[in-house]
């Protein structure tokens, strides 16, 4: 058969068109594969209560191991979860479609379900811990009957630091356990890393997809327990829940309890042709270029820098010799695919070019992938991420604006070699940036940490199809956290003032802004490589040797204190965005009024005196 056929026929399967069939049938695993139980007698316990309550067909207890992995993909592939790619184009390389009513997280069905509504706090859903559990149980009852439950151990973090937890996640979804093989250390690490002690800490996460069904659609954390529940979804940041849900949410809240921090932050390190080097951290909402600045690669004129990524979504961050260090949790890149190209990303391409699975995006007539913005000229064909036909003329979207790639970290080819280091890389900056076609300047520096932590606060982005509902509104999103802060916003802006007091060598915080357009409405900055122009600053900043004029925002640098050299940007346009217009400054203030009032009282003294102060600063 020409290859050709054989990917349109591929296509037109998918699990979720055949409603009569179960869309994650038993698998049956021959012997010493899926049968490596752990001894912890906690982790046992848990599976055995599980199993009772969800009667699947077998467990399958994953080790993380190559052979695993075939086996597993091999199945997938049988049952229409995956089609394999050209093995010539992208090497080892997969597509999964999801359900197209499941393309994104969804916040208003994730619940922080603490004993208290005060505890979540004015920004998360909460829901009672008793009776979520019941409504989930009820969900859960005979579930994964005539489908292999897999118990998946992970760690989050270095396999030698100290801010490294384990995690299990129980699930019913092949993706899951392909792609948490991808996105976490999975398998014996994990389970050598608990140890026999019954009272250990992990974190129980219990996936399944139910028929997924919208309306039977939740995303539930238990802080207190730390314990994870999803019901209904197969999109990943929904199901992976070693990220959002543990690394992000309910780390967060153990980060407050134990003293230190769990960001929705890229790290990377940036290096001088004099051998020197920092890292900074930077918080993007999601789908505003963390993954893109992580992996940048400096322009031609900055000759000998080199930036290198550590991580592009997740920072755990703690205290060591009065400084913050970070560590990368994760293991692989969860990306989003359009827009994505040699000219945008180069790493990226190179990081996805094999050995990586796609989801959503398009499939082409000889089997490679195709998604919007990539390089060259759009296929004369194609099947869209639904598995329709597709061509240049159609109105659709060939991927999904949310189509992701999963890809390991080690693809990377700018990977930074600290990335394995569990004390973590020293952070010299903190950036804050959202996504603003106004008022924003390309960058500015708070005047201390509390400062700083204001400029967190007040952060506000356009929202984007990482998470279903509006894209492009002006949304205030604090420390990019609005979705991933696993308790009350008051304590979590508290907790990062306290952190503040205990860092005798803080890193310098930061705000930037790639996106601000003209009258014309186009941008102004050619952000991509060139934001190097603007890291460069915040570096020079740091080294004490950086320019910078006082204005009522904070530290902001005139045309000469970047490096603008064979920067092809009209100097109008610099002016511009590294200025502010003081008209918009005053809506901005009172924006950050009306938030702080609708958090209900819960906004730290420190924060609302930093208002006042900006105020003032105005009206000099
Ligand atoms: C992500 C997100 O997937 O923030 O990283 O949505
Ligand atoms: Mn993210």
Redesign the pocket.
């Known amino acids: 058969m020409e290859c050709s056929e054989n990917y349109q026929l591929l296509a037109l399967r998918a699990p979720w068109i055949d409603i009569m069939k179960d869309i994650a049938p038993a698998v049956s695993p021959p012997v010493e594969i899926g049968d490596r139980k752990p001894a912890n007698q906690a982790v046992l316990d848990w599976v055995q209560d599980v199993a009772k309550l969800t009667q699947p067909e077998n467990v399958f207890w994953c080790d993380g191991s190559d052979r695993e992995n075939e086996f597993l993909i091999e199945q997938s592939l049988q049952q229409d979860v995956l089609i394999k790619l050209n093995e010539k184009k992208v090497p080892r390389s997969y597509l999964h479609r999801s359900n197209p009513n499941d393309v994104?997280?969804v916040e208003q069905f994730t619940f922080i379900c603490t004993p208290t509504k005060e505890e979540a706090g004015p920004t998360n859903n909460w829901s009672d811990p008793a009776e979520t559990y019941s409504k989930l149980q009820e969900m859960l009852k005979g579930a994964m009957r005539g489908r292999t439950m897999f118990v998946i151990p992970y760690i989050m973090g270095p396999p030698d630091s100290p801010l490294t937890k384990v995690g299990f996640e129980i699930t019913d979804s092949k993706y899951v356990v392909l792609s948490m093989r991808i996105m976490t250390r999975m398998g014996e690490v994990a389970v050598k890393r608990l140890g026999n002690d019954p009272k250990a800490e992990w974190n129980r996460g219990v996936h399944s997809l139910l028929d997924v069904d919208p309306t039977r659609r939740f995303i539930c954390h238990f802080p207190q327990d730390n314990a994870i529940i999803s019901v209904g979804s197969g999109y990943?940041?929904n199901v992976l829940l070693s990220?959002?849900c543990l690394a992000l949410r309910i780390g967060s809240y153990l980060a407050r309890k134990q003293g230190w921090l769990a960001e929705?932050m890229l790290i990377l390190g940036v290096e001088s042709p004099e051998g020197k080097k920092h890292y900074v951290a930077a918080a993007f909402?999601?789908?505003c270029g963390?993954t893109n600045f992580a992996m940048l690669i400096p322009p031609k004129h900055f000759d000998g820098w080199k930036v290198t990524t550590v991580g592009d979504?997740?920072a755990w961050m703690r205290i060591r010799d009065g400084r913050l260090h970070a560590v990368n949790p994760e293991n692989g890149y969860?990306?989003?695919v359009p827009g994505t190209s040699y000219k945008s990303n180069p790493n990226a391409m190179k990081s996805i070019e094999h050995d990586t699975l796609y989801t959503n995006v398009a499939l082409t007539d000889d089997g490679n992938v195709w998604w919007e913005g990539k390089d060259g000229p759009p296929p004369k064909h194609a099947i869209d991420w639904k598995g329709n036909d597709w061509t240049p003329d159609s109105k659709e979207k060939a991927a999904h604006p949310?189509s992701?790639f999963a890809t390991p970290m080690r693809n990377n080819p700018v990977l930074d070699p600290d990335v394995e280091k569990g004390e973590g890389v020293p952070i010299s900056a903190i950036i804050f940036g959202g996504r603003r076609s106004d008022t924003l300047p390309l960058a500015f520096q708070a005047f201390d940490w509390n400062h700083g932590v204001y400029l967190g606060a007040t952060m506000a982005s356009e929202t984007t199809a990482?998470?279903t509902g509006a894209v492009g509104q002006v949304r205030r999103d604090p420390m990019?956290m609005l979705?991933?802060c696993g308790y009350n916003i008051g304590d979590y802006f508290r907790h990062w003032i306290e952190i503040g007091k205990r860092l005798s060598n803080p890193p310098l915080i930061f705000n930037v802004n790639w996106f601000r357009k003209g009258e014309n409405g186009k941008f102004l900055w050619p952000g991509f490589g060139d934001n190097m122009r603007v890291l460069k600053w915040i570096i020079d900043r740091c080294e004490k040797t950086g320019g910078a004029v006082e204005s009522p925002i904070g530290w902001l640098p005139s045309p000469h204190d970047v490096d603008l050299e064979e920067l092809d940007v009209e100097h109008k346009c610099i002016v511009e965005i590294l200025g502010i217009d003081h008209e918009e400054w005053q809506k901005e203030l009172n924006a950050h009024k009306t938030f702080f009032d609708s958090l209900g009282g819960v906004v730290p003294e420190e924060l609302l005196k930093q208002r006042e102060k900006l105020a003032a600063r105005f009206k000099l």
């Open positions: 994104a997280r990943g940041g990220k959002k929705h909402p999601s789908a963390k979504d997740i969860f990306g989003v949310n992701r990482a998470a990019a979705p991933f």
